[in-house]
């Protein structure tokens, strides 16, 4: 048993699943260390959404996951007389999924877990807890203890996917930053629930804000807020939960699996690392679930973090590349936080003014259309998009820079996804470019050394590229666009070499953009 990696991952959750199965696909040698005995086994998050199944796509594990969720459901808010007053039902597949589907933690974990066996270069040790870490120049050596004592291991970079209470981050001195939320919610799952809808109710009741999330299987996860002045403990006692229950139309013949009091907040640490030690996930920030992004956004940052440690270990790209990772992500986890504290505050209004308010303006956006199905589908999550990062933003956000390509099926008869078109890895798309054309184009020494290949794209396959007919697209491995110009465009492609370059360095000087090595 080897005890030098070229990663170590501390925490086995879905963050750190998900970027070990990356790494894993990329041959890198990795190390996943879990203090839990094994996976979880109870429900936690219960929402994925179509960036996440994108993720899942590339990871190779997409119909596994997917035959175990229920895809595509809505939400309806309830006033305290139990009338609907907005119906959310996100429709269309921007990213080739649902925008959001109802699916079981234990049961994904379990399967991104099992997906670790492709890789004979991936080792998993559970019930195995971080003790202690120390930097060297060339890597992180960290002592990992379990019942057969201690014994210290070495990785070229270490990240912490170790939950809320992070050891990771407590080891780097960070600082957990945001504002005042903090609320107290009282969680039952049931088992053998025949609820016969799909969509989650949420009871908007100042008196007692409750919401009801079937799930797969005959699940269903019940969330009541407590007030500042009530006992935890009192709420927790067979006679208030079944009273609970059977005033929210709880399925009598359900069976309570969980019955657990969590405590809400909405941080962000103020770093999120430095060198060879990062953080992501719950140990970088933490999300109110009223949003469902939680769980999501760690996966964004395994992604994140696993096509730049890919490069990095090759030699490929510089260290100085990791500089972009929090920069690009923490301004879209700041807008997912404020969207999840919004909607909470929709769902569990402070009194029956507020509640009332609500309601009408709800109900009087059905007299304006279009603000009426802004709300209804879902339009007012954040796009995948990165104000700043690593990308060229010389050319205009208006052909989608910075922002995550949307992802059609392609109609040439096949149905098939675009990713699994193009590719892996970083892609030179050539939209309505012949193929000629797109062998010519040239970015620069760096880019010849990168994993780089090109792809002709034809809008009459995929018209929702229509807008980028007629010029070269690079699509980074996380399918971000990270230029798009015209193949005659000297000027961006010097500038590509320009910011390949930089990664060399930790600190730089002299980028034309004056954001080093951030061309946002």
């Known amino acids: 048993m080897s005890n030098v990696f070229d990663v170590i991952i501390v925490g086995a959750g879905p963050t750190g699943l998900t970027l070990a199965n990356y790494l894993g696909m990329a041959g890198r040698h990795v190390l996943l260390v879990e203090a839990n005995s ?19 796509q590339d990871l190779g594990i997409l119909d596994a996951v997917v035959s175990k969720t229920v895809a595509g459901y809505g939400t309806e808010y309830w006033s305290p007389a139990r009338k609907s007053f907005l119906k959310v039902k996100p429709g269309g597949r921007t990213y080739g999924h649902p925008k959001r589907s109802a699916f079981r933690q234990p049961i994904l974990e379990g399967q991104i877990r099992e997906a670790l066996d492709r890789f004979a270069s991936v080792e998993t040790r559970f019930s195995t807890r971080l003790s202690d870490i120390r930097t060297e ?11 057969s004592g201690t014994v210290e291991v070495k990785g070229r970079y270490l990240i912490g996917a170790d939950g809320g209470r992070s050891t990771v981050r407590q080891w780097l001195g960070t600082a957990m930053v945001g504002g005042s939320f903090d609320e107290r919610w009282l969680i039952i799952d049931l088992e053998g629930a025949l609820v016969p809808r799909e969509d989650t109710v949420v009871y908007c009741d100042p008196k007692r804000p409750a919401i009801a999330l079937p799930g797969p299987d005959n699940t269903l996860r019940y969330e009541f807020k407590l007030h500042p002045s009530e006992d935890e403990a009192d709420l927790l006692t067979d006679i208030s939960i079944a009273d609970l229950l059977q005033r929210h139309d709880a399925p009598v013949e359900a069976k309570i699996v969980r019955r657990v009091v969590y405590r809400f907040h909405a941080l962000i640490a103020d770093c999120w690392g430095t060198g060879r030690i990062w953080l992501a996930g719950d140990a970088a920030h933490l999300t109110p679930p009223f949003a469902g992004q939680g769980m999501n956004s760690g996966i964004r940052d395994a992604i994140a973090l696993g096509w730049r440690l890919d490069l990095i270990l090759a030699g490929a790209l510089g260290p100085g590349l990791m500089q972009s990772y929090q920069i690009e992500r923490e301004d879209h986890v700041a807008q997912m936080i404020r969207l999840a504290v919004l909607v909470g505050k929709i769902m569990g209004p402070r009194n029956a003014v507020t509640a009332a308010l609500t309601r009408i303006f709800f109900r009087s956006l059905r007299t304006w259309p279009r603000a009426h199905r802004y709300f209804a589908e879902m339009r007012y999550k954040p796009p995948p998009r990165f104000k700043r990062g690593f990308f060229v933003a010389g050319t205009s956000h208006r052909q989608g820079v910075g922002a995550m390509l949307p ?3 392609l109609k040439d008869g096949t149905n098939r996804l675009l990713d699994d078109v193009l590719g892996r890895g970083f892609v030179l798309v050539g939209v309505d470019l012949r193929g000629q054309i797109l062998e010519q184009i040239r970015l620069g020494e760096v880019w010849d050394n990168l994993p780089l290949h090109r792809k002709a794209i034809e809008t009459s396959v995929v018209p929702e590229l229509a807008y980028l007919s007629g010029k070269a697209v690079l699509l980074r491995p996380d399918r971000y666009v990270m230029a798009v110009f015209a193949p005659d465009d000297a000027q961006t492609c010097r500038d590509l070499g320009t910011l390949a370059t930089t990664t060399w360095t930790d600190c730089v000087s002299g980028s034309p953009h004056g954001t080093p090595p951030l061309f946002g």
């Not at 890597?139 to 019942?147: E, I, K, N, P, R």
């Open 38 to 56: 094994a996976t979880v086994g109870e429900p936690r998050a219960v929402s994925i959404d179509d960036e996440s199944l994108r993720v899942m």
């Open 137 to 147: 120049d060339d890597g992180v050596v960290a002592s990992l203890t379990d019942a």
């Open 407 to 409: 992802q059609p099926r």
